[in-house]
């Protein structure tokens, strides 16, 4: 990518930083205050249904982000150079490790056990799936078709879900329905018996492939991010103030919807991709104005320690065990030193 925003690098790094060390030594320190820290505890897990969190926002910022670097690393194809079968190629590279990576974080490749293979279940899956719908609609289309295309994958998904009247039951719901029906004893969260049946069990409430409609609005949000940011015509500090003014739009809209669909980050429900969005859309317009715009943020320069290998990062973390305060703070130091040393020999990881 010629261009480079440093604010995107330190956003990316600081959401790698709450994911990999913040939060799981807060919950640690969580478990060890007597009677818990409710409140600081609710932040740091996911809601078990309806509702967000701070924790909640770590998914939707890292697909946003993705978004944001394709109008940078993708510009020739809109000032004339014509996508070849490389661009494609290239697509389907990042698509596939991607998904791989996906599978050996989340989807159990390297248990070698066909049962507990889960083909569709992860984060990364979900940004290949998002990047290629929003890198092809970049390429060919100008950008009030990109607002078509988004506004298309998001009603689609909210007429599925009307069709059914709005069912969001955790275990009945349309996504979860179709998830079941793909995936059947390969979907996450099933269980096996010794005789070799299984069955689906409910604290498994995640969906992926109706979800992979708002996936990719998501990353589709992040573009229209990043073309602001890279439209030379406005003033920098005008263009963090519009990105901040569509946040705070973003954000009524989902709460102003919520009554009748509401914000369920685990089917990726239209609300939830709404008010995330907004959300994703002043902490860029914020670290931007801050970092490129007034030149305030040489001291959150070590974020870019995580941000620019962020993939890696995300990676080795998931791995990784964090059952007590100890354990959490070492491997916290684990992945930093790893991710230091990779950053001074100026190795970065790039799919």
Known sequence: MKERLESLDILRGADMFLLLCIGPILRAVCKLAPGGITWLSTQLNHVKWEGFVVWDIIMPLFLFMSGITIPFSMAKFREGLRPDGKFYLK???????????????????LLWDWKMFHPFANTLQAIAVGYVITAITFVYLKPKWQIVVALILFAAYWIVFACTGMNTNPQENVAMVIDKAILGSHRDGVEWAADGSWRFMKRYQYTWFLSSLNFAVT???GCFAGQILRN????PAKRALVIGIIGIGLIAAGLLLSPVFPIIKKIWSSTMTLYSGGICFLLIGLTYYIVDVKKWGRWLGWLKIYGMNAITAYCIGEMLKYNSLPQAIGNALLVFLLLLIMYRKKLFIKI
């Open 91 to 109: 697509l389907l590279r990042r698509f596939c490790i991607l998904f791989f990576l996906g599978w050996i974080v989340q989807g159990n490749l």
């Open 232 to 235: 030379s015509k406005r003033k």
């Open 219 to 221: 990353v589709l949000l």
